[in-house]
């Protein structure tokens, strides 16, 4: 069974950064894109997950664009792992971000932007 584990998420000031870490069972395969979305606190149920940045297998990045300029999403292909480095936070990117491998989901990591 493919396993997702996230971890990096925190509290922080607006302005601040952050680094997130998912690292995949070994079920993962390098062929399945690899990314990171995002709920925000106090949307219905059954809301989308916001795409926050994804990594596809041939290394093509994609990132939503309240995001683009600010994270950097990065792969290990060795260690099945993907990483969204973020920062210049802002209190709108408080969210739960999930990390998402093929069609495959993480619990996800919470993060606070605040002051």
């Known amino acids: 069974q493919v396993q997702l584990v996230e971890s990096g998420g925190d509290s922080v000031q607006p302005g601040g950064s952050l680094r997130l870490s998912c690292v995949g069972s070994?079920?993962?395969?390098?062929?399945?894109?690899m990314g990171w979305y995002r709920q925000a606190p106090g949307k219905a149920p059954g809301t989308q997950r916001e795409?926050?940045?994804?990594?596809?297998?041939?290394?093509?990045?994609i990132y939503a664009g309240t995001v683009k300029g600010r994270f950097t999403i990065s792969r290990d292909f060795a260690k099945n792992a993907v990483y969204l480095e973020m920062s210049s936070l802002k209190v709108e990117d408080t969210a739960v971000y999930y990390c998402?491998?093929?069609?495959?989901w993480g619990q996800g990591t919470q993060v606070t932007v605040s002051s």
């Open positions: 070994s079920d993962i395969v390098n062929s399945d894109d």
């Open positions: 998402k491998a093929g069609d495959h």
């Open positions: 795409l926050v940045a994804v990594m596809q297998s041939g290394g093509m990045r």
